[in-house]
């Protein structure tokens, strides 16, 4: 197998993940399919060469170095907006797709009961948007941590932190999403 086959194989697999992964951060469709496509050109231009057992920790950094840039030019831009347009109208910005319609080409489902795929969706979504209302370093942290299963000292390099700054972001993130869900009666 080529080096270029390992790499295509290794970007078919992060892809779906990643995706999710920062559309959880950034809370935008669009935005969240340049974050991960750039991170993947990044990674393909930069470290191609590489061995393929660095490629994921360097996705990695890549993709969280770029939800970073993204959230601080946001609010760059938010505060210009805001100090030369204080009085325009707030648009509705129009929903991204849905985890749902991702999965929904998804055929694994077939043959199960809908009550019982009903109720799962309306958990995931519940789950996702508890995830969605972490603040963004217990986002980063518990997503790397347990959404890519990455050990504390990998997501400290990533992160760009100490393994005990991870520690607390995770801990405090598995607090806050279990504090929620059982708001909304479920139990994990």
């Avoid at 109720?119 to 986002?139: N, Y």
């Avoid at 990998?154 to 708001?183: E, F």
């Amino acid at each position: 197998m080529t080096d270029k086959d390992a790499l295509d194989r290794f970007l078919a697999e992060v892809e779906r993940r990643a995706y999710r992964s920062v559309l959880f951060t950034v809370q935008d469709h669009h935005s969240a399919l340049d974050i991960v496509q750039n991170a993947m050109l990044k990674l393909c231009e930069r470290y191609r060469d590489r061995p393929p057992e660095e490629w994921p920790m360097l996705f990695q950094r890549i993709l969280q170095n770029a939800i970073t840039d993204h959230h601080r030019r946001a609010r760059v831009r938010n505060f210009w907006l805001r100090l030369m347009a204080p009085m325009r109208d707030q648009e509705e910005s129009s929903p991204g797709e849905s985890l749902e319609e991702l999965d929904a080409a998804d055929t694994s489902a077939q043959g199960q009961d809908p009550l019982a795929l009903a109720d799962g969706r309306q958990t995931m979504a519940a789950i996702e948007a508890a995830i969605a209302e972490l603040p963004l370093r217990q986002r980063q942290a518990f997503l790397l941590r347990y959404w890519e299963d990455m050990d504390v000292e990998a997501v400290a390099r990533v992160m760009g932190c100490s393994a005990g700054s991870v520690k607390t972001h995770c801990h405090r993130a598995i607090h806050a999403l279990a504090k929620k869900l059982k708001a909304k009666g479920i139990a994990l």
